[in-house]
Protein backbone atom coordinates (compact mmCIF):
# COMPACT_ATOMS: atom_id res chain seq x y z
CA UNK A 1 0.00 0.00 0.00
CA UNK A 2 0.89 3.83 -1.06
CA UNK A 3 3.07 5.26 1.88
CA UNK A 4 1.17 8.76 2.85
CA UNK A 5 1.93 11.43 5.92
CA UNK A 6 1.24 10.54 9.01
CA UNK A 7 -0.38 13.95 10.04
CA UNK A 8 -2.93 13.12 7.28
CA UNK A 9 -3.17 9.33 7.99
CA UNK A 10 -4.57 10.45 11.49
CA UNK A 11 -6.82 13.30 10.46
CA UNK A 12 -8.72 11.03 7.86
CA UNK A 13 -9.20 8.23 10.26
CA UNK A 14 -10.32 10.20 13.04
CA UNK A 15 -11.99 13.17 11.16
CA UNK A 16 -9.94 15.92 13.34
CA UNK A 17 -8.37 18.79 11.79
CA UNK A 18 -4.82 18.75 10.23
CA UNK A 19 -4.29 21.41 12.28
CA UNK A 20 -5.27 19.52 15.71
CA UNK A 21 -2.97 16.47 14.86
CA UNK A 22 0.23 18.45 13.79
CA UNK A 23 0.18 19.52 17.33
CA UNK A 24 -0.96 16.24 18.50
CA UNK A 25 2.51 14.84 16.94
CA UNK A 26 4.50 17.45 18.24
CA UNK A 27 3.39 16.63 21.89
CA UNK A 28 4.35 13.31 21.11
CA UNK A 29 0.76 12.11 21.30
CA UNK A 30 1.26 9.79 18.06
CA UNK A 31 3.03 6.48 18.12
CA UNK A 32 4.29 4.58 15.20
CA UNK A 33 4.88 0.66 15.24
CA UNK A 34 5.34 1.32 19.33
CA UNK A 35 7.73 4.24 19.44
CA UNK A 36 6.75 7.89 19.86
CA UNK A 37 6.43 9.83 16.57
CA UNK A 38 7.11 13.78 16.65
CA UNK A 39 7.80 14.37 12.66
CA UNK A 40 4.03 15.13 11.21
CA UNK A 41 5.48 14.19 7.62
CA UNK A 42 6.54 10.77 8.83
CA UNK A 43 5.75 8.24 5.74
CA UNK A 44 3.52 5.45 6.94
CA UNK A 45 1.95 2.37 5.36
CA UNK A 46 -1.67 1.94 7.00
CA UNK A 47 -1.62 -1.52 6.06
CA UNK A 48 1.64 -2.64 7.82
CA UNK A 49 2.27 -0.22 10.69
CA UNK A 50 0.66 -0.08 13.74
CA UNK A 51 -0.57 3.64 14.40
CA UNK A 52 -1.96 5.05 17.48
CA UNK A 53 -3.22 8.38 18.53
CA UNK A 54 -3.70 9.59 22.19
CA UNK A 55 -3.10 5.96 23.59
CA UNK A 56 -6.23 4.33 20.65
CA UNK A 57 -4.72 2.31 18.05
CA UNK A 58 -6.39 3.67 14.77
CA UNK A 59 -8.09 0.66 13.33
CA UNK A 60 -7.23 1.17 9.63
CA UNK A 61 -10.07 0.41 6.37
CA UNK A 62 -8.86 1.93 3.00
CA UNK A 63 -12.37 2.63 2.34
CA UNK A 64 -16.32 3.05 4.12
CA UNK A 65 -19.17 1.96 1.99
CA UNK A 66 -22.75 2.86 3.79
CA UNK A 67 -26.07 2.06 2.55
CA UNK A 68 -28.22 4.52 3.44
CA UNK A 69 -31.94 4.74 3.34
CA UNK A 70 -32.40 8.33 1.92
CA UNK A 71 -35.34 10.40 3.76
CA UNK A 72 -37.30 13.21 1.27
CA UNK A 73 -36.03 16.61 1.94
CA UNK A 74 -32.35 15.78 1.82
CA UNK A 75 -29.70 16.77 -0.88
CA UNK A 76 -27.51 13.83 -2.56
CA UNK A 77 -24.73 15.51 -2.08
CA UNK A 78 -21.46 15.76 -0.03
CA UNK A 79 -21.76 19.37 1.40
CA UNK A 80 -23.86 22.24 1.20
CA UNK A 81 -23.84 25.99 2.22
CA UNK A 82 -27.46 26.00 3.96
CA UNK A 83 -29.46 22.41 3.29
CA UNK A 84 -28.40 19.16 4.80
CA UNK A 85 -26.99 16.86 2.73
CA UNK A 86 -27.20 12.96 2.60
CA UNK A 87 -23.50 13.01 4.17
CA UNK A 88 -24.42 14.80 7.21
CA UNK A 89 -26.82 12.15 8.15
CA UNK A 90 -23.97 9.41 8.09
CA UNK A 91 -23.27 8.71 12.20
CA UNK A 92 -19.94 10.16 13.52
CA UNK A 93 -18.25 6.24 14.01
CA UNK A 94 -18.50 5.49 10.16
CA UNK A 95 -18.07 9.31 9.12
CA UNK A 96 -14.99 9.88 7.18
CA UNK A 97 -13.87 13.00 4.90
CA UNK A 98 -14.21 12.62 0.98
CA UNK A 99 -17.00 10.89 1.84
CA UNK A 100 -19.76 11.58 -1.29
CA UNK A 101 -23.25 9.67 -2.77
CA UNK A 102 -22.86 7.12 -5.24
CA UNK A 103 -24.72 8.78 -7.94
CA UNK A 104 -27.68 11.17 -7.19
CA UNK A 105 -31.32 10.61 -6.26
CA UNK A 106 -33.37 13.88 -6.44
CA UNK A 107 -34.13 15.94 -2.92
CA UNK A 108 -37.74 14.19 -2.60
CA UNK A 109 -37.24 10.72 -3.90
CA UNK A 110 -36.56 8.44 -1.16
CA UNK A 111 -34.57 5.01 -0.79
CA UNK A 112 -31.58 3.03 -1.17
CA UNK A 113 -28.02 5.39 -1.70
CA UNK A 114 -24.71 4.54 -1.47
CA UNK A 115 -22.49 6.35 0.14
CA UNK A 116 -18.62 5.84 -0.29
CA UNK A 117 -15.11 7.47 -0.41
CA UNK A 118 -13.75 5.13 -2.96
CA UNK A 119 -13.99 6.62 -5.95
CA UNK A 120 -13.03 3.91 -8.59
CA UNK A 121 -16.32 1.90 -7.12
CA UNK A 122 -18.18 4.93 -7.41
CA UNK A 123 -17.52 5.34 -10.88
CA UNK A 124 -18.00 1.85 -11.45
CA UNK A 125 -21.52 2.10 -10.65
CA UNK A 126 -22.69 4.54 -11.80
CA UNK A 127 -21.16 4.01 -15.68
CA UNK A 128 -23.22 4.32 -18.17
CA UNK A 129 -21.18 1.12 -19.43
CA UNK A 130 -22.23 -1.61 -16.74
CA UNK A 131 -25.69 -0.93 -17.21
CA UNK A 132 -26.51 -1.41 -13.56
CA UNK A 133 -30.05 -2.14 -12.97
CA UNK A 134 -31.48 0.26 -10.38
CA UNK A 135 -35.66 -0.44 -9.28
CA UNK A 136 -38.18 2.25 -8.52
CA UNK A 137 -41.69 2.46 -6.81
CA UNK A 138 -43.45 5.34 -8.85
CA UNK A 139 -46.43 6.91 -7.70
CA UNK A 140 -48.00 8.75 -10.32
CA UNK A 141 -51.08 11.56 -10.57
CA UNK A 142 -53.00 9.13 -13.27
CA UNK A 143 -53.39 5.41 -14.12
CA UNK A 144 -50.54 3.31 -16.17
CA UNK A 145 -52.06 1.23 -19.37
CA UNK A 146 -50.54 -1.03 -21.45
CA UNK A 147 -49.22 1.31 -24.12
CA UNK A 148 -47.22 2.83 -21.85
CA UNK A 149 -46.06 -0.22 -20.84
CA UNK A 150 -44.86 -1.16 -24.35
CA UNK A 151 -43.53 2.47 -24.85
CA UNK A 152 -40.98 2.14 -21.93
CA UNK A 153 -40.19 -1.15 -23.46
CA UNK A 154 -39.33 -0.10 -26.19
CA UNK A 155 -37.16 3.39 -24.80
CA UNK A 156 -38.72 6.54 -24.87
CA UNK A 157 -37.35 10.23 -26.53
CA UNK A 158 -37.42 12.46 -23.70
CA UNK A 159 -39.05 15.73 -24.08
CA UNK A 160 -35.32 17.16 -25.66
CA UNK A 161 -34.88 14.04 -28.04
CA UNK A 162 -32.50 12.36 -25.46
CA UNK A 163 -33.61 8.56 -26.16
CA UNK A 164 -33.41 6.10 -23.27
CA UNK A 165 -32.86 2.64 -22.86
CA UNK A 166 -35.48 0.26 -22.69
CA UNK A 167 -36.98 -0.01 -19.30
CA UNK A 168 -39.47 -2.28 -17.19
CA UNK A 169 -42.37 -1.45 -16.10
CA UNK A 170 -44.54 -3.26 -13.74
CA UNK A 171 -48.50 -2.47 -12.37
CA UNK A 172 -48.84 -2.36 -8.72
CA UNK A 173 -52.34 -0.90 -8.86
CA UNK A 174 -53.73 1.76 -10.99
CA UNK A 175 -51.09 4.42 -10.39
CA UNK A 176 -48.40 2.74 -9.05
CA UNK A 177 -45.38 0.90 -10.70
CA UNK A 178 -42.30 -0.77 -10.43
CA UNK A 179 -39.89 0.96 -13.11
CA UNK A 180 -36.31 -0.69 -13.69
CA UNK A 181 -33.79 1.55 -15.81
CA UNK A 182 -30.08 0.66 -16.40
CA UNK A 183 -28.92 4.38 -16.85
CA UNK A 184 -29.27 7.39 -14.51
CA UNK A 185 -29.63 10.25 -16.77
CA UNK A 186 -30.53 13.59 -15.04
CA UNK A 187 -34.49 13.51 -13.41
CA UNK A 188 -34.86 10.43 -15.54
CA UNK A 189 -38.22 8.74 -14.16
CA UNK A 190 -39.71 11.72 -14.17
CA UNK A 191 -38.98 13.31 -17.97
CA UNK A 192 -39.56 9.33 -18.92
CA UNK A 193 -43.27 9.79 -17.74
CA UNK A 194 -43.36 13.26 -18.79
CA UNK A 195 -43.71 11.44 -21.90
CA UNK A 196 -46.98 9.82 -21.53
CA UNK A 197 -48.40 13.40 -19.69
CA UNK A 198 -48.22 11.56 -15.93
CA UNK A 199 -46.52 13.34 -13.08
CA UNK A 200 -44.53 11.48 -10.55
CA UNK A 201 -46.13 12.27 -7.29
CA UNK A 202 -43.68 9.79 -5.15
CA UNK A 203 -40.47 8.02 -5.83
CA UNK A 204 -38.85 5.50 -3.88
CA UNK A 205 -35.30 3.88 -4.80
CA UNK A 206 -35.62 0.03 -3.67
CA UNK A 207 -32.67 -1.91 -5.50
CA UNK A 208 -29.45 -1.13 -7.58
CA UNK A 209 -28.54 -4.60 -9.18
CA UNK A 210 -29.54 -7.77 -6.54
CA UNK A 211 -28.87 -5.17 -4.06
CA UNK A 212 -32.37 -4.42 -2.03
CA UNK A 213 -33.14 -1.82 0.66
CA UNK A 214 -33.63 -3.35 4.17
CA UNK A 215 -36.83 -3.69 5.43
CA UNK A 216 -35.14 -3.24 8.99
CA UNK A 217 -33.65 0.30 7.68
CA UNK A 218 -35.52 3.32 8.80
CA UNK A 219 -35.47 6.30 6.64
CA UNK A 220 -32.66 8.05 7.30
CA UNK A 221 -30.51 5.46 8.65
CA UNK A 222 -27.18 3.85 7.42
CA UNK A 223 -25.64 0.69 7.58
CA UNK A 224 -22.20 0.16 6.83
CA UNK A 225 -20.74 -3.05 3.92
CA UNK A 226 -17.74 -4.36 2.89
CA UNK A 227 -17.03 -3.65 -0.95
CA UNK A 228 -17.35 -7.55 -1.32
CA UNK A 229 -21.33 -7.65 -0.63
CA UNK A 230 -21.72 -4.89 -2.29
CA UNK A 231 -19.96 -5.62 -5.68
CA UNK A 232 -21.35 -9.09 -5.90
CA UNK A 233 -24.30 -7.89 -5.35
CA UNK A 234 -24.07 -5.32 -7.97
CA UNK A 235 -21.43 -5.29 -10.31
CA UNK A 236 -20.76 -9.27 -10.54
CA UNK A 237 -23.89 -10.31 -12.42
N1 LIG B 1 -35.18 9.46 -11.71
C1 LIG B 1 -35.70 10.62 -11.23
O1 LIG B 1 -36.45 11.30 -11.91
N2 LIG B 1 -35.37 10.99 -9.98
C2 LIG B 1 -34.56 10.28 -9.17
O2 LIG B 1 -34.31 10.68 -8.03
C3 LIG B 1 -34.04 9.07 -9.67
C4 LIG B 1 -34.35 8.68 -10.95
Known amino acids: MKKQRLDKFISNQLILSRSVVRTGIHR ?4 VNGTVQRDIAFAV ?4 DEISYNGEKIGFKEYVYILMNKPAGVLSAATDKSRK ?9 IKRQNLAPVGRLDKDTTGLLLIT ?19 YIATLDGDINDDIITRFKEG ?3 ADGTPCRPATLQRISQNVARIIITEGK ?3 IKRMFGTVSLGVNALHREAIGKLYLPESLKS ?9 ELESAILHK
Open 85 to 93: TVVDLVPEH
Open 28 to 31: GQAT
Open 156 to 158: VIL
Open 45 to 48: DASN
Open 117 to 135: DDGVFAHNCISPKKAISKS
Open 220 to 228: GECIEMTKE
Open 186 to 188: YHQ
